[in-house]
């Protein structure tokens, strides 16, 4: 009887260890095979953050690139026009932009570097934007043509010997005004500084004629001009500091 009791308890005991080991064995099975998937998972998150920032670097680093052959292109085109015209000038960087008036930028030259006020800012292969305002020891204040105090004598390559007054309208276009009426002008003739002005070389191209408003019973004519290229996005600059 002893024994049978013995016997009849030891099997109940089996069968809930049996119970407990099919409940508890898959959920450590589970559980496992849970912080599996989730290591995975944070492992391909961790991977796919290194994979953007590499994807972010190459794309800077292709940025850096681009912008570094632009200017190097700019400047090999800079060389190549002070060599052929041999004018004296100084290479500047643009270092900030007036904040209520864009037409206004600070550049890297100064008094020290040979820059006084008037001369002009040219870029790539001899296209003027602008003329210094105002200079400091190391660096000086220009004023971009487009702006409404723009003032340069200018001429229509096809009629060198006739100039007008180049102006700047609303800060964002120019206006060439005083043209005289029996002057033959066209649409897309091109604009070249006259000269006339002491520190400012003739042949300095501005840009082409858009437009053109005749008046009546008026001697002069007045032009719209396209500029050759967008003055805010010039960095790299040239200023003419002597003549031939």
């Known amino acids: 009887m002893l024994r049978r009791n013995r016997y009849v308890i030891f099997t109940a ?4 260890v049996l119970i ?13 095979l849970a912080g599996s998937y989730v290591a ?8 796919s953050n290194n994979f953007n920032q590499n994807i972010d670097q190459q794309a800077l680093s292709l940025a850096k690139l681009d912008a570094v052959q632009k200017d190097n292109e700019k400047l090999r085109q800079a060389l190549n026009f002070f060599q052929q015209y041999n004018y004296q000038y100084v290479l500047a960087y643009r270092l900030a932009r007036d904040p209520l008036n864009q037409n206004l930028i600070t550049l ?3 008094r020290a570097e040979g820059v006084n006020v008037g001369q002009p800012i040219v870029v790539q292969d001899g296209i003027i934007i602008g003329k210094i305002l105002s200079v400091e020891e190391h660096k000086s204040l220009a004023e971009l043509l487009s702006a409404d105090q ?3 004598l200018v001429a229509v390559a096809t009629n060198k010997g006739t100039s007008g007054l180049l102006v700047g309208s609303l800060g964002t276009s120019l206006k060439l005004q005083y043209i005289p009426n029996e002057l033959t002008i066209a649409p897309n003739d091109v604009v070249i500084t006259s000269g006339l002005e002491l ?4 042949g300095l191209v501005v840009g082409r004629i858009d437009t053109i408003e005749v008046q009546q019973n008026e001697i002069f004519k007045y032009a719209k001009i396209n ?7 010039q960095y790299l600059v040239s200023i003419i500091t002597g003549n031939q």
Do not use: H
Not at 20 to 32: D, S, T
């Open 227 to 233: 500029p050759s290229l967008d003055y805010q996005q």
């Open 199 to 202: 520190l400012v070389p003739a």
């Open 108 to 110: 890297s030259a100064g």
């Open 150 to 152: 723009s003032r340069l």
């Open 40 to 47: 995975r998972i944070e492992g391909s998150l961790r991977g």
């Open 20 to 32: 407990l080991a099919a409940l508890i064995i898959p959920r450590l099975k589970i559980n496992q």
């Open 13 to 16: 005991i089996g069968i809930i």
